[in-house]
C-alpha cells in the first residue's frame, strides 16, 4: 500500500519511519511512504503557502492552489484512474474519530493521500473540492496534522504481515474482534515479587485453561472498570458469555 503524505515539516517523519517495530513495515514497501511538501508546489520567491483569513482574526490560513498543484502532482505519479484513486484523507476535528475498525480497514486498502494542515486551517474551497475523508483523533487540538498522519501510519503498519515479532501480537491487541472488542487484560513479567507485589498465582501455574481463563476474566473486569462503554458494545453484539455476566453481576457494587 502506498500513503502519500503532504505536509509542511516532511522532516518530522525521518525518526518516526526508521524507528521502532514498524520501520520494517516502511523499510520493505509494505508501507510505502511519500512525503511532498506544498511550499514546493508555491509561487514566488518567498513559496508561499498561507495567508490571512478574510473576515479578519488571528492566524493564517493554507492556500488552496499550492495545495491543488501538490495533489495534481500526487495523482500523476501515482497514475490511478481517474475512477480509482486513492481518497484524500484530512485529518479535522469534524472527521470521524480513529477506532480498530476503521483502522482495519485502512491496513486492508490500497492506501491514500494524507494531508496535514496547519495554521488556523485549510482555505474551504480546497476541502470542498478535493477531500474525500475527513478523521479526528479525538476532541482536542493539534497543532498540525503530522502527528495525526504519524498515528494512523503506525496502527497500519503493525498490522501488516511480518511486521511484529509475533505474528499473533496484534490479535491480543485492545478492542480486537479477537478479544471480542475489550481492552487488553494487565501483564506482567519477572522478577515474581517485585516491591513486595507478587505475580497473580494462575499465570505461575502452568495450566494454559487455567491462564486463558484468567486473562478473559480480567479483560472483562478491566473493559467494565475503564470502559464501561465497551462491555455494553459487546453485549448488544451478543459477545459476553453467561460465564461473563456472571462475573460482572459478581463485581457489581464492589471496586473492581
Given at each position: ?33 511519500h512525503?511532498?511538501n506544498?511550499r ?33 502532482a ?15 484523507v484530512?485529518f479535522?476535528?469534524?472527521g ?33 473540492r ?12 493539534l ?27 496484534h ?7 479477537a ?13 515474581e ?26 479483560r ?36 473492581l
Open positions: 500500500m502506498r500513503f502519500d503524505i503532504i505536509t509542511l515539516f516532511p522532516e518530522l517523519f525521518a525518526p518516526f519511519l526508521a524507528g521502532g517495530v514498524t520501520r520494517r513495515a516502511y523499510a520493505s514497501g509494505q508501507v510505502d511512504v512525503l511532498w506544498p514546493d508546489h508555491a509561487e514566488g520567491n518567498y513559496r508561499r503557502v498561507d495567508d490571512r483569513p478574510f473576515g479578519g482574526g488571528p492566524g493564517m490560513v493554507m492556500l488552496a492552489e499550492p495545495l491543488a498543484r501538490c495533489l495534481a500526487i495523482r500523476a505519479e501515482r497514475g490511478e484512474p481517474e475512477d480509482a484513486q486513492a481518497p484524500l484530512l479535522s476535528p469534524i470521524e474519530t480513529l477506532n480498530h475498525a476503521a483502522v482495519e480497514r485502512w491496513s486492508a486498502s490500497a492506501g491514500a493521500v494524507l494531508l496535514c494542515g496547519r495554521y488556523e486551517g485549510i482555505d474551504q474551497r480546497f476541502i470542498d478535493h477531500v474525500d475523508v475527513q478523521i479526528s483523533l479525538g476532541d482536542f487540538v497543532s498540525g496534522g503530522e502527528i495525526a498522519a504519524m498515528a494512523l501510519l503506525d496502527a497500519v503498519a503493525r498490522l501488516q504481515p511480518g511486521v511484529l515479532h509475533d505474528a499473533g501480537s490479535a491480543q491487541d485492545s478492542f480486537n474482534p478479544l471480542d472488542g475489550l481492552l487488553d487484560c494487565p501483564h506482567y513479567t519477572r522478577p515479587v517485585w516491591q513486595g507485589q507478587g505475580v497473580p498465582a494462575e499465570l505461575l501455574s502452568g495450566h494454559h485453561a487455567h491462564i486463558e481463563q484468567w486473562r478473559r476474566q480480567q472483562v473486569l478491566f473493559t467494565a472498570q475503564h470502559r464501561p462503554d465497551l462491555i455494553d458494545q459487546a453485549r448488544k453484539a451478543g459477545l459476553l458469555g453467561a460465564a461473563d455476566e456472571q462475573l460482572l453481576g459478581q463485581s457489581a457494587g464492589r471496586t
